[in-house]
């Protein structure tokens, strides 16, 4: 079993950061793309920033100059670093990854729970 698990959401006022964590576990061989996606309520998933599988970096325009993704290969941990956050970024923060769980094994994208980001004041 593979389990995604985030951390380090909670409630910021417009201008704070906050820096969330996702650790993948489980039986894992291979991790080929990690992400992070939120959702804001009435709204559409979308992606937030990415690690691409040659190893560059994607940001929604929305977030760029402000977010930095980053990872830790040998921990299977992948952290976004969110400063000048403004109310728009309220949303659920889903970090994904895809994977294989064994050498000859197909690739899956696995998802975590979420963690709830609130920017107000």
């Known amino acids: 079993q593979v389990q995604i698990v985030e951390s380090g959401g909670g409630l910021v006022q417009p201008g704070g950061s906050l820096r969330l964590s996702c650790a993948a576990s489980g039986s894992i061989f291979s991790i080929y793309f990690m992400a992070w996606h939120r959702q804001a309520p009435g709204k559409q998933r979308e992606l937030v920033a990415a690690f691409t599988i040659g190893g560059s970096t994607n940001y929604a325009d929305s977030v760029k100059g402000r977010f930095t993704i980053s990872r830790d290969n040998a921990k299977n941990t992948l952290y976004l670093q969110m400063n000048s956050l403004k109310p728009e970024d309220t949303a659920v923060y889903y970090c994904?990854?895809?994977?294989?769980?064994?050498?000859?094994?197909?690739?899956?994208?696995?998802w975590g729970q979420g963690t709830q980001v609130t920017v107000s004041s």
């Open positions: 994904n990854a895809e994977l294989r769980q064994t050498v000859d094994g197909a690739r899956f994208r696995y």
